[in-house]
Structure formats: structure tokens, C-alpha cells
């Protein structure tokens, strides 16, 4: 199954529940909005090299589209279709003024020199600068790109539309420096981290002393790795790609992201983080999932967890940082298994709703304190826990299709404000 169609099945499971009209459902089946681009950059070796890359807005019915950009070897016109479905319910569930849209480009950019990354940014900008402004779609960081790279965005945009005053609001997770906000960074791991901790409240439990697994060690998984620490859970895994540490009595996870950053992968500090947790042993990305811990942190990709080793996870509590990264099926068998699965479109919204707070500091010229930031993020994220936990309670549902449920209803209500019948009737300009 494609990831498109589990987007496609996890909006038809909730809108069944919810029963959603039928025209929201054909509004919500496909993207509003769909761009592929082709072009080119000159690599440092003189060589012309063609690049493809895509914009997709799903839904504006909400307010501008708005999403990530990754850069990955992986994207194609299904994963950004996706992922920007995914991004319209998100939107939804945090109650902030957006719609969904997520682009990408196919390319390895860890072999792209730093001039290289540079023009294969600008020239993917000026490619989907039709589509894309502050009021209409707002791009922002994803899977490996960063705040340099939305600076790059906003600069290319400005050269395009000189006169535009509010050009810095055309992309958020811009670096500080160039308009970006306090908090941004680690906004999606403290999202998350709130979200467990309003959940942990229902259950009279708490995070101290909880044994924590973190799959990805970007830059999601190392905040989440460090708050969770600071609230005192024990880190006792983490993995990126290449391997990864795992340590019974726990580590310091800090540590392994300061060697992670020096040496390029988290499996490599074995060494480097000793003397802060005893008998530690390599880990791969896979096992790590079979870990037993009270919490697994899914924080790397796509279609991690799946029906081929769901039956294996022996975590309490699942929580995604990541985007989609357990199949529709595998969430089947957590749910039966009793595992509590904090999903995507809630535990990692904090990135966005940020970026949406960025995005309003620009537009209306302030600079907010980190404090600031911290304060409406968490009341954020808590609010929407409860919205989606008072779904999930009045539907008998687990807290994913709740999140569904919630975020459809509330964009059936725009799509009804839209269409208020009469009010916007269509009449011809030139009846024959
Ligand atoms: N890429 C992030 C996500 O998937 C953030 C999107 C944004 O800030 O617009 O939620």
C-alpha cells in the first residue's frame, strides 16, 4: 500500500466514524493543488545536473497551505501527496489558521557541497514562487533541511517579489538571525513531550524514572531525548540510520548528540558517552523497536512500525514524532496489543505550531521571548490532547482516529462557512 493511500484510508476510517458529508470526503481524497518542477544546478565539477522536486497543497480550506520541505533521496510526488494530507489534519487538530501542503526534492543532499545545497534551494524556490507566499503557502524545515536553507527561500523569494513587505512570512524555521522564532527548533520534540505528559496526567503516572527508546537522532529525536531527560525519564536507546547506542541503566543523551555531530552518526560514540551509563552495546534502527521500555520515541521516517514487526514492540506507550511512522495495519495491532499510540498529526504538531507563530511575528513585525513561545506552545498542544482525548471518549476511539475525526470536523465546518448555500451562489458574468 502506498502512503498516499494510507492517508487516503486513515481520513475514510475517521470520516466513517464521524460520518462526514460526502463532499468533504471528495475534498479531502485529493490534493487541491499539485507541482512537479525539473531543474538544474551546476555542480562544483563545471557538470550540469537535472533535479526533480514537488510542491503539493492539499487543502486550504483552513487558511494558506502549509508544510515541510525535505530533502531526500526518497521523495516522490506520492510521499509529498502524503505528507501534505497529513499536514491539513494536523493543522486541524492544533486549531491554528492553516492548511496543508508539503514539498520535497529526490536528492541526496549530503553529497551536495554547501554552494551546491545553496542553488539547488534557490532554484527549487524560484520553480514553485508561483505557488508558493506568505498568504498562500508557507514552507518550512522537514527531513533534512534547516534553518539556513529557509533563509535561502526567503532571500530567493524577496529577489522575485522585491516589493513585498512581508516576504520574510513567505517560509517559517528561518535561523534567528533572519526571522526566525525562539523555540522553533525544538518545538516538534516539546510538542511532543507536552502531549505525553497531558496523557500521563489521565493516567495519574508520571515521567520521571520512565525508561525511554528513541528511534532518529535528528533533530526531533535529540531535543525530545534531552527534555525527556531534563523531566527525568532514563534514555536507554537511541538510534539514527547508521546504529545506534543502547544502555540498560541509561545515558547521556546529550553527550552522544555532541559526538553524533563530530562524527557524524550516533552509532559511533559508543565510547564517547561511557562513563554516563555502564555495558553499552550497539543498537540498530530496527531493534531498537523491539526495545522494552515504558516509552518509544518514533522519530526517523515513514513506515517504521508495520505489520511485519508490530507484533514485536514491547514500549507501553508509542509516541510519533516523525511523520506516518506506523502503517495503518501495524496501529491495528498496537491497538489490540493495548500499546497507547500518541499519533503524529498530534504529538509532533508543536513544530508547526510554531512556525505559525514565527509566521505571525513577521507579519506583524514582533519578536517574541523564548518564555513567550514555550507558554502558548504548551497550552497548545495540552488543549489538543483533551480535544482529541473528548473524541476519542465520545466515539469509543483510540486517539489517532480521533485526531482524524477532530480535524475533519473542523474543516467540514470551513468548508460549510465557505459554501453557506445561497450566500455564494455562483452567477455567470456572461450568460448565452
Ligand atoms: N515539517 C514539519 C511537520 O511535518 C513542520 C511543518 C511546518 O512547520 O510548517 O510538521
Not at 78 to 90: D, N, P, R
Not at 219 to 238: F, Y
Not at 325 to 332: K, L, Q
Given at each position: 500500500?502506498?502512503?498516499?493511500?494510507?492517508?487516503?484510508?486513515?481520513?475514510?476510517?475517521?470520516?466513517?466514524?464521524?460520518?462526514?458529508?460526502?463532499e468533504v470526503r471528495v475534498v479531502m481524497n485529493e490534493p487541491e493543488r499539485i507541482l512537479t518542477v525539473d531543474f538544474h544546478i551546476?555542480?562544483?565539477?563545471?557538470?550540469?545536473?537535472?533535479?526533480?522536486?514537488?510542491?503539493?497543497?492539499?487543502?486550504?480550506?483552513?487558511?494558506?497551505?502549509?508544510?515541510?520541505?525535505?530533502?531526500?533521496?526518497?521523495v516522490d510526488?506520492?510521499?509529498?501527496?502524503?505528507?501534505?494530507?497529513?499536514?491539513?489534519?494536523?493543522c486541524a487538530v492544533a486549531d491554528i489558521p492553516y492548511g496543508g501542503g508539503k514539498g520535497g526534492i529526490e536528492v541526496d543532499s549530503a553529497k551536495l557541497s554547501g554552494c551546491e545545497l545553496e542553488q539547488l534551494t534557490r532554484e527549487f524556490t524560484r520553480a514553485i514562487a508561483p505557488i508558493i507566499g506568505p498568504r498562500r503557502d508557507v514552507p518550512a524545515p522537514d527531513v533534512r533541511t534547516n534553518g539556513q536553507i529557509m533563509d535561502w527561500i526567503a532571500d530567493e523569494y524577496h529577489k522575485i517579489h522585491p516589493k513585498e513587505d512581508d516576504y520574510l512570512a513567505v517560509v517559517t524555521g528561518k535561523t534567528l538571525e533572519n526571522g526566525g522564532s525562539l523555540g522553533r527548533d525544538s518545538a516538534t520534540a516539546a510538542g511532543g513531550v507536552h502531549v505525553l505528559e497531558a496523557f500521563l496526567e489521565t493516567k495519574k503516572e508520571q515521567l520521571k524514572g520512565m525508561r525511554?527508546?528513541?528511534?532518529?537522532?535528528?533533530?526531533?529525536?535529540?531535543?525530545?531525548?534531552?527534555?525527556?531527560?531534563?523531566?527525568?525519564?532514563?534514555?536507554?536507546?537511541?538510534?539514527?540510520?547508521?546504529?545506534?547506542?543502547?544502555?540498560?541503566?541509561?545515558?547521556?543523551p546529550i553527550k552522544a548528540h555532541n559526538c553524533k555531530l563530530k562524527k557524524g552518526g550516533v552509532g559511533e560514540c559508543l565510547l564517547e558517552s561511557e562513563g554516563s551509563g555502564k555495558d553499552q552495546k550497539e543498537i540498530s534502527n530496527d531493534d531498537i523497536l523491539a526495545l522494552e521500555c515504558d516509552i518509544l520515541v518514533l522519530a526517523a521516517l515513514e513506515n517504521q512500525v508495520t505489520i511485519e514487526n508490530a507484533e514485536n514492540i514491547r514500549a507501553k506507550i508509542v509516541v510519533e514524532l516523525a511523520n506516518g511512522?506506523?502503517?495503518?495495519?501495524?496501529?491495528?495491532i498496537l491497538e489490540k496489543r493495548m500499546i497507547t499510540v500518541l499519533p503524529d498529526v498530534l504529538a509532533n504538531a508543536g513544530g508547526v505550531t510554531v512556525s505559525y507563530y514565527e509566521w505571525e511575528q513577521n507579519l506583524r513585525h514582533e519578536k517574541w521571548t523564548e518564555e513567550q513561545v514555550a507558554e502558548k506552545l504548551e497550552k497548545s498542544q495540552k488543549k489538543a490532547f483533551e480535544d482529541v482525548a473528548k473524541i476519542a471518549e465520545e466515539f469509543k476511539t483510540d486517539f489517532r482516529n480521533a485526531s482524524y475525526v477532530l480535524a475533519l470536523r473542523r474543516i467540514e465546518h470551513a468548508f460549510l462557512e465557505k459554501h453557506s448555500a445561497a450566500a455564494h451562489g455562483f452567477s455567470c458574468s456572461n450568460p448565452i
Open positions: 500500500m502506498s502512503l498516499y493511500e494510507n492517508t487516503q484510508k486513515l481520513i475514510v476510517r475517521a470520516a466513517d466514524t464521524m460520518d462526514l458529508m460526502p551546476h555542480r562544483d565539477n563545471g557538470k550540469i545536473e537535472m533535479f526533480r522536486g514537488f510542491r503539493v497543497q492539499h487543502n486550504t480550506l483552513r487558511g494558506p497551505a502549509k508544510g515541510g520541505i525535505r530533502f531526500h533521496p526518497q510526488m506520492g510521499e509529498v501527496k502524503a505528507l501534505a494530507g497529513w499536514m491539513s489534519i494536523k525511554v527508546a528513541i528511534q532518529g537522532f535528528g533533530n526531533a529525536g535529540h531535543h525530545a531525548a534531552r527534555i525527556l531527560q531534563e523531566k527525568g525519564a532514563k534514555i536507554i536507546a537511541v538510534t539514527d540510520s547508521k546504529g545506534g547506542i543502547f544502555a540498560e541503566d541509561g545515558f547521556d511512522p506506523t502503517t495503518p495495519e501495524a496501529h491495528e
